[in-house]
């Protein structure tokens, strides 16, 4: 559970509640905060668990499908990161967040820069989990071409 500006946001809400949770700005921050400490730290059971079924990537280097991203974010060994320059936009079953990070991360084998780059995230409310899922990412930073 944690803790915003004085109140809690679950995000593994309980199965018998189909109470959505409102699609705030901060909660949208707050998801894709959670979502990078979980691939920092390793937490794949976190991460396969906000992961909608119909979930799809793009990196520069094509899309990916929800277990392919899975393998990916498995591999990322992803360095000291930094998140920043948030701009959300929601409405009751959706939340867009754009958002920058300066992180050095593994991608297709390859170790990027910790230059900052762009992100997009979309995550959606799935009444059957009573739950946000992380439905689609882009990466923008782009691959060296060797």
């Known amino acids: ?3 915003i500006a004085g109140f809690a946001i ?3 809400q309980k199965s018998n509640s189909t109470t959505l949770v409102e699609p705030t ?3 949208a921050i707050q998801l894709e905060k959670q979502m990078w400490k979980a691939m920092a730290n390793g937490d794949m059971q976190w991460v396969s668990n906000h992961i909608a079924d119909n979930f799809q990537s793009v990196h520069s280097d094509g899309a990916r499908s929800r277990l392919e991203e899975l393998e990916l974010i498995r591999g990322l060994d992803l360095g000291k990161y930094e998140l920043s320059n948030f701009k959300v936009t929601e409405d009751k079953y959706g939340m867009v967040v754009t958002y920058s990070v ?4 593994n991608v297709a084998g390859e170790r990027t820069d910790a230059k900052p780059a762009p992100r997009l995230s979309v ?4 009444p059957a989990d009573s739950s946000w899922k992380w439905e689609t990412h882009a990466n923008l930073k782009p691959m060296s071409e060797n």
């Open 1 to 3: 559970m944690f803790f």
């Open 10 to 12: 679950s995000c593994q």
């Open 25 to 27: 700005e901060a909660n």
């Open 102 to 105: 300066s992180v050095a991360e």
């Open 123 to 126: 995550w959606d409310w799935q």
